[in-house]
Each structure stands twice: as structure tokens, then as C-alpha cells.
Nanobody, 119 residues
Framework: EVQLVESGGSLVQAGGSLRLSCAASGFTYNDYSIGWFRQAPGKEREGVSCISRSTGSTWTLDSVWGRFTISSDNAKNTAYLQMISLKLLDTAVYYC????????????WGQGTQVTVSS
């Protein structure tokens, strides 16, 4: 059974930093991508950053570029989202998602972790 477990969310003051983790288990695939998404109250879920496990290539949302950095430790099957200079508008539930190609794309989601940025 594929499972993604996020951790690291917390209450932090504006300007502070957090590192989110996404631990994947139950995977039998060597090549997949991990993406971080977030959903603020009353807003749609949006993609924040993603990384390819095989190539290491990344993509990051323009509004967080330079503040958020995605990385992965393939040996631990864990992806990270390092967030610095946090702003009030970064407050959201952050989710990780694995994307796997098995004849068609399949997606696996974690349960989410709350990030709250206070003034």
C-alpha cells in the first residue's frame, strides 16, 4: 500500500522558516515525481514545487521562488520543502503528491500538514 506522510507543519512568525517532509512508503516504482501543493482557506489547491526522483529536475511556483526549495533523499524515499522568509499568505495546508506513470498517470496524496504564519 502506497503511503505518503507529511510532517513539519507548525505555527511560525512571519519571516521565519520551516522544513516540511514527505515520507513515501509502499512504492515499487523507481521513477516518480513528488510535488508539494497547498490549499489556503477558501482557495483552490495550488502546486508549489515538484521534483523528479530520477532526474532531480525541479519546478517551483513563481510566487515562492527564492524562498521555497524542494529536495529529495532517494535513499530515504523522502522529499523536503525548505521554506524561508515565510509570509502570512503562505498559511495553508500543505500536501505532498506522488505522480507515477503506469501506462497512465497515477497520483497518491498525503494527508496534509498545517502551516500557519502569524504576524
Amino acid at each position: 500500500e502506497v503511503q505518503l506522510v507529511e510532517s513539519g507543519g507548525s505555527l511560525v512568525q512571519a519571516g521565519g522558516s520551516l522544513r516540511l517532509s514527505c515520507a513515501a512508503s509502499g512504492f515499487t516504482y523507481n521513477d516518480y515525481s513528488i510535488g508539494w501543493f497547498r490549499q489556503a482557506p477558501g482557495k483552490e489547491r495550488e502546486g508549489v514545487s515538484c521534483i523528479s526522483r530520477s532526474t532531480g529536475s525541479t519546478w517551483t511556483l513563481d510566487s515562492v521562488w527564492g524562498r521555497f526549495t524542494i529536495s529529495s533523499d532517494n535513499a530515504k524515499n523522502t522529499a523536503y520543502l525548505q521554506m524561508i522568509s515565510l509570509k502570512l499568505l503562505d498559511t495553508a495546508v500543505y500536501y505532498c503528491r506522488a505522480e507515477v506513470w503506469i501506462g497512465a498517470f497515477r497520483y497518491f496524496w498525503g494527508q496534509g500538514t498545517q502551516v500557519t504564519v502569524s504576524s
